[in-house]
């Protein structure tokens, strides 16, 4: 996993880094299997403050962009606590995952019980061409 992390606005400090990598890593929970079958993970993460145009308190914006074997998932968040911003950002980024991942799962299930049928003769729809 390679992981770029940016700092625009502010001074990136040893806490922020260590944060920011901590909950990189937690996405790497579900990423594990990917890597271990040869698959190439890049995050580019950025944190920032956001411009002076706000009336009252500092906003702080994450951006988060894990491309995995050519598939982007993209998230960002806008909070006043800049270590909020991050946890925001690491949740969507979680969940977007996630469900990619058990979307995949199920549409092959789905795709072998309707082989399965085939042979078994209990259904005449052909699964790869979709025609009876």
Do not use: W
Request: glycine share 6%.
């Amino acid at each position: 996993m390679q992981i770029n992390l940016q700092g625009k606005g502010l001074e990136l400090t040893e806490s922020i880094k260590d944060y920011v990598l901590k909950r990189v890593t937690n996405l790497e929970k579900l990423l594990s299997g990917i890597e271990e079958r040869g698959g190439e993970i890049r995050v580019n993460f950025e944190v920032s403050k956001s411009t002076k145009h706000h009336k009252s308190g500092e906003i702080f914006h994450t951006d988060c962009l894990i491309n995995i074997k050519g598939e982007k998932f993209y998230s960002s968040a806008d909070e006043e606590d800049l270590y909020q911003a991050i946890d925001v950002v690491k949740e969507n980024l979680f969940r977007e995952i996630n469900k990619n991942k058990d979307r995949k799962q199920t549409l092959f299930k789905r795709g072998a019980m309707s082989v399965k049928k085939m042979l078994k003769g209990l259904s005449k729809r052909n699964p790869f061409t979709s025609k009876y």
